[in-house]
Nanobody, 119 residues
Framework: VQLQASGGGLVQAGGSLRLSCAASGTIFSINTMGWYRQAPGKQRELVAAVTGGCRTNYADSLKGRFTISKDNAKNTVYLQMNSLKSEDTAVYYC??????????????WGQGTQVTVSS
């Protein structure tokens, strides 16, 4: 399975960006699709995730500014980021967890896309 993320870049504080991550290859039953981020000198943290049943989970500090969504037909997950702040600057990683027909759970990571918010 390959995850191709796109949509990162440089934006001014208060601006918006939309990240996309498309999964390709042998796709089993997807448990969750989500986004994590890692800022310099910090641990990777959950941004948001969405389950196969469309239940969403957000980092508390990001609720109301970020929205996660997915397109099942395209095996693609999106992250709409609004009212961006300098502290949102990080590398954003796409994550997918899926369960195979033999009930084994697999986890995949995208290559990361840089988001830089200038103040």
């Amino acid at each position: 399975v390959q995850l191709q993320a796109s949509g990162g870049g440089l934006v001014q504080a208060g601006g918006s960006l939309r990240l996309s991550c498309a999964a390709s290859g042998t796709i089993f039953s997807i448990n969750t699709m989500g986004w994590y981020r890692q800022a310099p000198g910090k641990q990777r943290e959950l941004v948001a995730a969405v389950t196969g049943g469309c239940r969403t989970n957000y980092a508390d500090s990001l609720k109301g500014r970020f929205t996660i969504s997915k397109d099942n037909a395209k095996n693609t997950v999106y992250l709409q980021m609004n009212s961006l702040k300098s502290e949102d600057t990080a590398v954003y990683y796409c994550n997918v967890r899926m369960t195979s027909t033999t009930m084994r759970v697999y986890e995949y990571w995208g290559q990361g896309t840089q988001v830089t918010v200038s103040s």
